[in-house]
């Protein structure tokens, strides 16, 4: 039996719920500064430059590293940019006036935007006794999010945190199942057993692992977590037996078939799996 992934089926619902218009479960653009702490300049004497830069402080993003932070300015007659690292810019004052700087990362994100003054000398502020804080002339009203969007919001985050291991899981089954087409016999047992153990387990190793640290919102998609977890052991644990069934040059076909076995056990633990996702897609992506 081939091995099943739930990740594709999990995107797949997801992809087809927005472009068919059933809802929008996307998260508005995030701020910037929901991953980074800035450090950047308000006022620049001519002639001066200071150091623009960021600090990551959300590495939950998997690009976060690849995101370049340099800000555009809106005029280098006033403010120049120099890059020193994709995280680290430096500011040259060139002539009195105010530009305006902006980071853009792409469209996950809203751009990040601040404005700079150039001085002829450094603004000194008096210190002055705070005005009252004035009272709201009106109640200020927050919308709460519904439960179908609380519900939409929490099976996304699963996707992403799935997206990031996804890889190894692709990996091990793409190969595990190119094995299956190719079949088992004594002229293909030591491909089998080097494909299994250098590509098909380690990677489904790493996957498993990862999975066991999703984090997870509610208890409809624990439920569904367990059953792909669960599926997930199975397998590796089957991929296992098969390849010690391999170790010698006489196959242990009774070891290999009780391994092969041990995978469909787990087909059936993700067939569940994604038969509840299925019912939480239909029930709150609307």
Do not use: C
């Not at 600090?55 to 020193?84: L, Y």
Request: net charge neutral; glycine share 4%; hydrophobic share 35%.
């Amino acid at each position: 039996m081939k091995q099943k992934s739930l990740i594709y089926s999990l995107l797949l619902a997801l992809i087809l719920s927005v472009v068919s218009g059933a809802g929008n479960i996307s998260a508005a653009a995030r701020n910037i500064t929901d991953i980074v702490k800035v450090t950047k300049p308000t006022e620049i004497k001519i002639g001066e430059w200071k150091e623009y830069q960021i600090a990551i402080t959300d590495w939950t993003d998997g690009d976060v590293t690849d995101h370049d932070f340099t800000p555009v300015s809106s005029d280098e007659n006033i403010i120049k940019v120099i890059r020193k690292t994709k995280w680290v810019s430096e500011l040259h004052a060139l002539n009195k006036g105010t530009a305006t700087l902006t980071v853009n990362i792409g469209e996950k994100f809203e751009p990040y935007v601040f404005t700079v003054q150039v001085v002829d000398d450094y603004t000194v502020i008096p210190e002055t006794t705070p005005a009252p804080t004035p009272e709201p002339t009106s109640p200020v009203v927050i919308k709460e999010p519904t439960h179908e969007e609380i519900m939409s919001r929490d099976i996304e985050e699963y996707s992403k945190q799935l997206q990031l291991i996804g890889k190894y899981e692709n990996k091990a089954i793409t190969s595990y199942n190119e094995l299956i087409d190719l079949g088992i016999k004594d002229s293909t047992r030591k491909t089998f057993f080097l494909s299994l153990n250098n590509t098909v387990v380690p990677n489904y190793t790493k996957f498993v692992s990862g999975l066991k640290y999703l984090k997870v919102n509610n208890a409809e998609i624990k439920e569904i977590h367990s059953h792909y977890l669960a599926g997930a052991k199975l397998q590796l644990e089957g991929m296992t037996i098969m390849r010690d069934s391999l170790k010698t040059t006489k196959i242990n076909y009774s070891k290999f078939e009780a391994g092969y076995n041990k995978v469909g056990e787990g087909v059936k633990q993700l067939d569940k799996a994604e038969l509840l996702l299925d019912n939480y897609i239909r029930k709150y992506i609307k």
